[in-house]
T-cell receptor
C-alpha cells in the first residue's frame, strides 16, 4: 500500500519564478492538505482540498494556489516566488469531509529553495 | 483559536534515560491531539493520537502520552531512550480539519 508521495524532492528557483509541486494521496484517501515548514519551525497550514474544491485556507497570500484532480491527487502552485518562500512543503492526505478526528498522513515533502 | 506550545526547543537525554517532551494546548472545544516525529530530511510520521476515551495513549516505538484536561497538557514520554529516537517531535491539535502545530522539540540522545 503506497503512502503519500510527492514530487519533486528538491527544487531550486529564482525570485519571481513560478513553481508547481505535486502530491498523490495514500490509497483510499480523498482529502489533501498542504503545509509549509520553514527551517526550524513547525508546519503551517496552507489549504485543504476535498472533492476538487478548496475547503479551507490558512493565512497565505493568493500567490499560493492549488488544484485537486478527479483521482484525488493535488498540485500546489506558487507564483512570483520570494526568498521567504524557501521551505519544505508537505502534503498530507486523509479520508472524509470535516472529520476532525481523521488522521493526516504526510508525504516526504518537497524542499524548495528560492535564490 | 487553538494553539500549541512545546516547552523546550531542544531536549538532550542519555541513552536508556526517560524521555519527556512537553506540550500544552489552548482550545475552546474538546481537542484532538497528535504527536508526530520528523527524522532529518523526511516528512512527518504519526506517533500517536488522542481523540476520545482513555486518556493514556500508546503509540509506536514505545512512546505514550497522557491527555490531562485540567492542565491542558499532552506530554510525550518514553521510559528508555534509544539512539534511534533522535529526531524532531511535533505536537499538534486539530482545528476544523486542519492541524495546528507547535514549534517542535529536537531530541538528542547521548551514548
Amino acid at each position: 500500500d503506497a503512502g503519500v508521495t510527492q514530487s519533486p524532492t528538491h527544487l531550486i528557483k529564482t525570485r519571481g519564478q513560478q513553481v508547481t509541486l505535486r502530491c498523490s494521496p495514500k490509497s483510499g484517501h480523498d482529502t489533501v492538505s498542504w503545509y509549509q515548514q520553514a527551517l526550524g519551525q513547525g508546519p503551517q497550514f496552507i489549504f485543504q482540498y476535498y472533492e476538487e474544491e478548496e475547503r479551507q485556507r490558512g493565512n497565505f497570500p493568493d500567490r499560493f494556489s492549488g488544484h485537486q484532480f478527479p483521482n484525488y491527487s493535488s498540485e500546489l502552485n506558487v507564483n512570483a516566488l520570494l526568498l521567504g518562500d524557501s521551505a519544505l512543503y508537505l502534503c498530507a492526505s486523509s479520508f472524509g469531509q470535516s472529520d476532525i478526528t481523521d488522521t493526516q498522513y504526510f508525504g516526504p515533502g518537497t524542499r524548495l529553495t528560492v535564490l | 483559536a487553538q494553539s500549541v506550545t512545546q516547552l523546550g526547543s531542544h531536549v538532550s537525554v542519555s541513552e536508556g534515560a526517560l524521555v519527556l517532551l512537553r506540550c500544552n494546548y489552548s482550545s475552546s472545544v474538546p481537542p484532538y491531539l497528535f504527536w508526530y516525529v520528523q527524522y532529518p530530511n523526511q516528512g512527518l510520521q504519526l506517533l500517536l493520537k488522542y481523540t476520545t476515551g482513555a486518556t493514556l495513549v500508546k503509540g509506536i516505538n514505545g512512546f505514550e502520552a497522557e491527555f490531562k484536561k485540567s492542565e491542558t497538557s499532552f506530554h510525550l514520554t518514553k521510559p528508555s531512550a534509544h539512539m534511534s529516537d533522535a529526531a524532531e517531535y511535533f505536537c499538534a491539535v486539530t482545528q476544523g480539519g486542519k492541524l495546528i502545530f507547535g514549534q517542535g522539540t529536537e531530541l538528542s540522545v547521548k551514548p
